[in-house]
Nanobody, 125 residues
Framework: QVQLVESGGGLVQAGASLRLSCAASGRTAGSYPMGWFRQAPGKEREFVAA????????WYADSVKGRDTISRDNAKNTVYLQMNSLKPEDTAVYYC??????????????????WGQGTQVTVSS
């Protein structure tokens, strides 16, 4: 099992930037594909971004393309989500996730095996 801990959330003004971090640990905390999801109040958890085990391939939700960048540093067992030009609609709890199932369906929540506890991002207008 991979243990995941998110950090970097906070309260910011619209147009600001945040960088979320997800630190992975545990016996299986190798170079697995990882993703970011978010859940706003009253809404289902939705896909934000994903990255292959090597970092060579990335995927983004249409809502964050051009604003968010996912990256990883496998030496540090950490994945990042750089969030720029934040909007109030980005307000949500952001979760990182890892999967041992490859990189085929990384946009699907059900594809992931391990989840972090989430970090709150609040964007005020």
């Amino acid at each position: 099992q991979v243990q995941l801990v998110e950090s970097g959330g906070g309260l910011v003004q619209a147009g600001a930037s945040l960088r979320l971090s997800c630190a992975a640990s545990g016996r299986t905390a190798g170079s697995y594909p990882m993703g970011w999801f978010r859940q706003a109040p009253g809404k289902e958890r939705e896909f934000v971004a994903a990255i292959s085990w090597s970092g060579g391939s990335t995927w983004y939700a249409d809502s964050v393309k051009g604003r968010d960048t996912i990256s990883r540093d496998n030496a540090k067992n950490t994945v990042y989500l750089q969030m720029n030009s934040l909007k109030p609609e980005d307000t949500a709890v952001y979760y990182c996730a890892a999967t041992g199932r490859g990189s085929t369906y990384l946009t699907s929540e059900r594809y992931y095996d391990s989840w972090g506890q989430g970090t709150q991002v609040t964007v005020s207008s």
